[in-house]
C-alpha cells in the first residue's frame, strides 16, 4: 500500500512539473525523458548515439565484407553490373566472341569498387560521426532502414565529392581503365556502331556507394529484429523501444 500511494505522488508531482512549464521546448524535453515502458527514461541524445552505433556496427561488419577480394562481385545485393550504354557493347563483344573481354570488364569494376572501399572506409566513419538526429526517436520508430536512409540522405553528395577521387584512383590500380580504353576502342572500330564514351568513374562512385549503403542497412535490419545483434547495452536499451 506505501509503495503504491509513493509511485501515485511520484506521478502527480511529473504531471505538476510538466504544466508548470509555458514552452513548447520545455514541455517536450520532460516527455523525451519521462520513464518509457519497461521502467527507465531514455533520452533522445542516448537514441541518436544508439543509431550512430547501429550505422557504425553496419560499417564494422558489413562494410568490411565489401573489400574482400569478390566482395562486390559475389554479392548479389551489390553487384556492379554494366550501365545501359555498356550492355550494348557487351552483347557485341559476346555476339562476335570475345566472352572472356567481356567478363574481365565487368569483372575490373566490381574490383575497383572493392578496393576503393578499402580506401574509403574512413570517410564513411566520419559520416556516421558527424550526422545529427533531427528527430531520433522517429527514426528509430521508423522503418526497418530509417537510420541508413537518413544517412544516406543527408551524406551522399558529400560523400560524392570525397569518394569519386578513390574510385578514379581505383580504376586505373586494378587496370579497370586500360582494360575499358581496350573493350571502348574495339568496339568503337566496329562497323554500323554508335561511338561510346562511359564515365566510369562517375558510374562506378554512383554504384558503389549505393552498395555501402545497403550493406549498413543489412546490419540495421538485423539489429532492429534479432536481440542478439544487439552487443552492447546501448544498442539494447535504445531498439528495445521499437520492439
Given at each position: 500500500?506505501?509503495?503504491?500511494?509513493?509511485?501515485?505522488?511520484?506521478?502527480?508531482?511529473?504531471?505538476?512539473?510538466?504544466?508548470?512549464?509555458?514552452?513548447?521546448a520545455?514541455?517536450?524535453?520532460?516527455?523525451?525523458?519521462?520513464?518509457?515502458?519497461?521502467?527507465?527514461?531514455?533520452?533522445?541524445?542516448?537514441?541518436?548515439?544508439?543509431?550512430?552505433?547501429?550505422?557504425?556496427?553496419?560499417?564494422?561488419?558489413?562494410?568490411?565484407?565489401?573489400?574482400?577480394?569478390?566482395?562486390?562481385f559475389?554479392?548479389?545485393?551489390?553487384?556492379?553490373?554494366?550501365?545501359?550504354?555498356?550492355?550494348?557493347?557487351?552483347?557485341?563483344?559476346?555476339?562476335?566472341?570475345?566472352?572472356?573481354?567481356?567478363?574481365?570488364?565487368?569483372?575490373?569494376?566490381?574490383?575497383?569498387?572493392?578496393?576503393?572501399?578499402?580506401?574509403?572506409?574512413?570517410?564513411?566513419?566520419?559520416?556516421?560521426?558527424?550526422?545529427?538526429?533531427?528527430?531520433?526517436?522517429?527514426?528509430?520508430?521508423?522503418?526497418?532502414?530509417?537510420?541508413?536512409?537518413?544517412?544516406?540522405?543527408?551524406?551522399?553528395?558529400?560523400?560524392?565529392?570525397?569518394?569519386?577521387?578513390?574510385?578514379?584512383?581505383?580504376?586505373?590500380?586494378?587496370?579497370?581503365?586500360?582494360?575499358?580504353?581496350?573493350?571502348?576502342?574495339?568496339?568503337?572500330?566496329?562497323?554500323?556502331?554508335?561511338?561510346?564514351?562511359?564515365?566510369?568513374?562517375?558510374?562506378?562512385?554512383?554504384?558503389?556507394?549505393?552498395?555501402?549503403?545497403?550493406?549498413?542497412?543489412?546490419?540495421?535490419?538485423?539489429?532492429r529484429?534479432?536481440?542478439?545483434?544487439?552487443?552492447?547495452?546501448?544498442?539494447?536499451?535504445?531498439?528495445?523501444?521499437?520492439?
Amino acid at each position: 500500500m506505501i509503495s503504491l500511494k509513493k509511485n501515485n505522488m511520484k506521478k502527480i508531482f511529473l504531471l505538476f512539473l510538466i504544466f508548470s512549464f509555458s514552452s513548447c521546448a520545455e514541455l517536450q524535453q520532460i516527455a523525451d525523458n519521462l520513464p518509457q515502458e519497461g521502467g527507465y527514461s531514455i533520452s533522445n541524445q542516448e537514441i541518436a548515439g544508439g543509431l550512430k552505433q547501429a550505422l557504425q556496427k553496419g560499417i564494422d561488419t558489413r562494410v568490411t565484407e565489401l573489400t574482400e577480394e569478390g566482395g562486390f562481385f559475389r554479392n548479389e545485393l551489390v553487384r556492379i553490373t554494366l550501365p545501359p550504354e555498356l550492355q550494348k557493347v557487351d552483347k557485341t563483344l559476346r555476339d562476335i566472341g570475345l566472352d572472356a573481354l567481356a567478363d574481365e570488364g565487368l569483372l575490373v569494376l566490381n574490383r575497383a569498387a572493392e578496393e576503393a572501399v578499402k580506401e574509403a572506409t574512413p570517410i564513411f566513419v566520419n559520416a556516421v560521426q558527424e550526422i545529427t538526429f533531427a528527430d531520433a526517436r522517429n527514426i528509430l520508430l521508423g522503418n526497418d532502414r530509417a537510420a541508413t536512409d537518413y544517412l544516406s540522405g543527408k551524406t551522399t553528395t558529400q560523400l560524392y565529392s570525397k569518394f569519386n577521387p578513390v574510385v578514379t584512383n581505383s580504376l586505373e590500380k586494378v587496370g579497370a581503365t586500360q582494360v575499358w580504353n581496350n573493350i571502348i576502342n574495339r568496339y568503337n572500330q566496329l562497323p554500323l556502331t554508335g561511338k561510346v564514351n562511359p564515365d566510369l568513374a562517375d558510374y562506378v562512385t554512383q554504384e558503389a556507394l549505393e552498395g555501402v549503403f545497403t550493406m549498413i542497412a543489412v546490419e540495421e535490419v538485423e539489429i532492429r529484429n534479432q536481440v542478439s545483434a544487439r552487443t552492447t547495452n546501448l544498442l539494447r536499451r535504445v531498439f528495445a523501444l521499437q520492439d
